[in-house]
Nanobody, 120 residues
Framework: QVQLVESGGGLVQPGGSLRLSCTAS????????MGWYRQAPGKQRELVAT???????VYADSVKGRFTISRDNAKNTVYLQMNSLKPEDTAVYRC??????????????WGQGTQVTVSS
């Protein structure tokens, strides 16, 4: 069983910054891709950014140049540095990981979500 614990959300003014963290623990053989998704009220969940075990990244067009995803493999942690935040970035952010619990068993785990609110 794998647990994901997120932190770093909160209230910030437009133009401000936040850094989200998500740490995986439990039965982990290895971690493949890690990523962040978000869902605003009344909207569908959308991909924000992903990062592979080798460090390759993908970003949503709406956050390119403002958000940076990174990971610390030794700590089983993925980060999302969010700069130049806009009101439209307001959402619940959830981390997502593709984890091998054994050499042959693989599954996707989700964090509980952390609220990010951008407002003056």
């Amino acid at each position: 069983q794998v647990q994901l614990v997120e932190s770093g959300g909160g209230l910030v003014q437009p133009g401000g910054s936040l850094r989200l963290s998500c740490t995986a623990s439990g039965r982990i053989f290895s971690i493949n891709a890690m990523g962040w998704y978000r869902q605003a009220p009344g909207k569908q969940r959308e991909l924000v950014a992903t990062i592979t075990s080798g460090g390759s990244t993908v970003y949503a067009d709406s956050v390119k140049g403002r958000f940076t995803i990174s990971r610390d493999n030794a700590k089983n942690t993925v980060y999302l540095q969010m700069n130049s935040l806009k009101p439209e970035d307001t959402a619940v952010y959830r981390c997502n990981t593709d984890i091998q619990t054994t050499a042959t068993v693989r599954g996707v785990s989700w964090g509980q979500g952390t609220q990010v609110t951008v407002s003056s």
